[in-house]
């Protein structure tokens, strides 16, 4: 396979031709902060978190979807990008009701480690405060909409792991949310498997297990890289 | 004409509030009301959320009482659950709740109290608060210091932060005690029983210096209503309710939290944010009832503890209940000599060290009633939720709320003997605020409630008529 190389940050990086900017910059130790991809499934673009600068390209490229090119002068942490990346973070904490205090995933979540790591210290806009449901129909977990930021995790690791795709989106804009099977209660889905897997998956406390209380949600994602891992280089089979 | 002289803030309390006082033609005082001033809006706005997560929610109303909340939640959570938590859950509960009456009795007799007896009521404003205590007796602020800091450690080692763990959950508890957390514990133990000694004898000296306002504060024949144990026993988590009378006659015993609507109603003045709770078989305001510190040691028969039961013996007046509420601090001390034996004795429990600690089951219960003491007083969380957990209905009677009726029967008998005419004494103002101060009243917690409340002021002439009203 061909190797690229290119610029990231000024440093000079060389990477397979299928690799994305993002792979590329974490090969090269250069952090880029992301929120909807994780290891194991396909990378959607949704947060918008991963935007870089590539000199010559006039608009931000998502750096989790875009693929490496000969030649390329990213740059990963300019003043807009880091404006911008604080925006989207506030914009996130805005759009629904995340309330730190009392969540499960106090203390263990992507989204308030992000806040940190962006130096978001207040939100600029008005809160929307949406009313929104939490189901807890099944007999296992819950999801609270309130704490969603619409990373489609959940809909990836189930479909594409767990293979039962009982997740998805449904509305458009602000509507956006995440429905199990066609719309019904999650205690209702017969597609769900009960795996929990989307309950790993989720970088914030909206999707929980039952009965966990403040903090109290810890959540490990090595494992759907693991069994992704275990499942396409079958290193104990044979 | 009638005037109306105002104290606001009231200091040294935990919330906001102000005090009215009303003068007639002659510049008597013919009435005193007390006003909560702050709004919260608990009940309604947990409504939808899992139950599971109210004691972590509920932990946030109040700073210096979240684990009363915590407990009651937790036991509201137990019901819902149908489950019996095993012995370690509940005795480490236990524990935790005699680590939060140690922490916040110290704090109203230490930090907010005591530099109204130490320093004088006519002392001057600007030092009569815990720096000048700090100023005046270093040794003693100091004690008390630490000894609100052994309460917040006994919560802090089981629940992992001085304030708001959400520790205590529906089915049990989330972690056990480590053996080095006991060990401090009990080497910490010794000096907390020697400040809490010295207190007591301090307050019973001033006693004799204060007997004015000991005789004026509060006192008044009422209900009192509280958790005993078995056999009466002082009871802080478990038990039935009771209530006496003044004369200590039982008038209702062996209660469930579960039936407090049968026995507590609920009344509402356009002129505070706090609701009025009564005896419902005697109605409102004959109903009136004190919980907390001097409630619990009238209705028990005994303390439990042989170092408690003797300072209770020596409390108690022959003729009946202590009535008067400025020796709601004095019970405060004498509870927290039995919350130090209490720990004690539940440090050495074999139990105690369990790790047996979370009952796993589903929603068994659509209803269920919590109850447990908080420093303040008898404190009830009912909630209602739908077969997935939800919460449908969310009702929280707060200790505070409950001296509600007591504190402004209090605030006028005070200002009565000592407000004369519209000139009135700093030092006089502060007996009034002092009287509150009795009760170590908590507005953050008891202003939880969502409830259509006007605001209104009205000015009253001697006649009674309503000269001017402003309302919004």
């Known amino acids: 396979m061909a190797v690229k190389t290119l610029t990231i940050d000024d440093k000079p990086v060389s990477a397979r031709e299928d690799q994305t900017i993002l792979e590329a910059a974490r090969e090269a130790g250069i952090g880029i902060p992301t929120l909807c991809q994780l290891s194991g499934v396909a990378n959607l673009g949704a947060c918008r978190l991963c935007l870089v600068e590539v000199a010559g390209v006039p608009k931000l490229l998502p750096a989790c979807v875009t ?8 740059f990963t942490n300019t003043e807009r990008l880091r404006e911008y990346r604080k925006m989207i973070v506030e914009l996130l904490f805005a759009e629904r009701n995340h309330v730190c205090a009392v969540c499960v995933a106090n203390g263990h979540c992507e989204l308030q480690n992000l806040a940190i790591a962006v130096g978001m210290d207040h939100v600029r806009y008005s809160y929307r405060f949406p009313k929104l449901e939490v189901d807890t129909t099944h007999e296992k977990f819950g999801i609270d909409h309130n704490r969603c930021v619409l990373c489609a995790r959940c809909v990836r690791v189930c479909d594409e792991i767990e293979g039962a795709h009982t997740w998805d989106i449904a509305g458009r804009g602000a509507k956006s949310h995440i429905i199990s099977d066609m719309n019904v209660p999650w205690g209702s889905a017969t597609s769900c498997t009960s795996c929990g897997k989307c309950v790993q998956a989720c970088p914030t406390g909206a999707i929980f297990k039952l009965g966990a209380t403040v903090a109290e949600q810890i959540k490990d994602r090595t494992r759907l890289d693991f069994i992704v891992t275990a499942r396409e280089k079958k290193q104990w089979v044979g | ?28 005082v013919s009435d005193a009301r007390f006003h909560v001033t702050e709004y919260r809006g608990f009940e309604k706005f947990c409504e939808g959320r899992p139950f599971w997560e109210m004691p972590g929610i509920t932990a946030r109303i109040c ?3 979240p684990i009363s909340h915590v407990l009651a939640s937790a036991k509201a959570g137990d019901g819902i659950l149908a489950v019996q938590i095993s012995p370690t859950a509940n005795k480490l509960r236990r524990l935790m709740n005699l680590g939060q009456i140690t922490q916040s009795h110290a704090l109203s007799f230490f930090h907010l109290s005591s530099p109204d007896f130490l320093l004088g009521f006519d002392s001057d404003p600007a030092t009569r608060n815990v720096f000048g205590l700090i100023k005046a007796d270093p040794e003693l602020a100091r004690r008390g210091i ?22 205590a959950t529906p089915g ?7 053996e080095e957390a006991r060990a401090d514990i009990k080497a910490r133990l010794p000096e907390a029983f020697e400040t809490t000694r010295i207190a007591l004898d301090l307050f019973k000296k001033l006693l004799d210096k204060y007997g004015r306002e000991a005789h004026i504060f509060g006192n008044f024949p009422s209900l009192f209503m509280g958790l005993v144990g078995p056999n009466g026993v002082w009871e802080h988590h478990d038990g039935t309710l009771r209530f006496v009378d003044s004369s200590r006659n039982i008038i209702a015993d062996n209660l469930q939290a579960r039936d407090y609507q049968s026995f507590i109603g609920e009344a509402v003045e356009p002129w505070s944010y706090l609701k009025f709770p009564y005896y419902k078989p005697m109605g409102y305001p004959d109903g009136c009832y004190r919980v907390g510190p001097l409630a619990r040691l009238n209705v028990c028969d005994h303390m439990g503890t042989p170092q408690a039961d003797k300072e209770l013996s020596e409390f108690r007046s022959a003729s009946g209940a202590v009535n008067s509420s400025f020796m709601y601090h004095q019970a405060r001390l004498i509870e927290i000599l039995c919350a130090l034996e209490t720990i004690e004795i539940l440090l050495d429990d074999p139990d105690i060290m369990g790790d047996r600690l979370r009952a796993d089951a589903g929603v068994n219960q659509l209803e269920s009633v919590g109850v447990s003491e908080a420093p303040r007083g008898t ?16 009702n929280l009677i707060i200790s505070t709320g409950q001296n509600n009726v007591a504190m402004n029967r209090t605030v006028a008998q005070i200002a009565r003997h000592y407000v004369r005419g519209p000139k009135v004494e700093e030092g006089m103002l502060n007996r009034v605020e002092a009287g509150i101060r009795c009760f170590d009243p908590c507005l953050s917690c008891s202003t939880h409630a969502l409830g259509q409340m006007p605001l209104e002021v009205d000015i009253v002439s001697a006649d009674g008529e309503v ?3 402003i309302a919004r």
């Open chain 2, 146 to 167: 630490r000894l609100r800091q052994f309460g917040q450690d006994v919560i802090s080692y089981l629940g992992g932060s001085k304030i708001h763990p959400a520790w």
């Open chain 1, 67 to 74: 693929l490496v090119q000969e030649g390329m002068q990213v």
């Open chain 2, 379 to 394: 404190l009830f969380h009912h909630y209602k939720v739908d077969r997935d957990g939800r919460l449908e209905f969310v």
């Open chain 2, 63 to 65: 700073g210096i009482c």
């Open chain 2, 1 to 28: 004409m009638s005037q109306r002289i105002v104290i606001d803030p009231v200091t040294r309390i935990e919330g906001h509030a102000k005090i009215s006082i009303f003068l007639d033609d002659e510049g008597q």
């Open chain 2, 172 to 178: 049990g508890v989330r972690t056990p005690l480590t």
């Open chain 2, 467 to 469: 000269i001017r009203r």
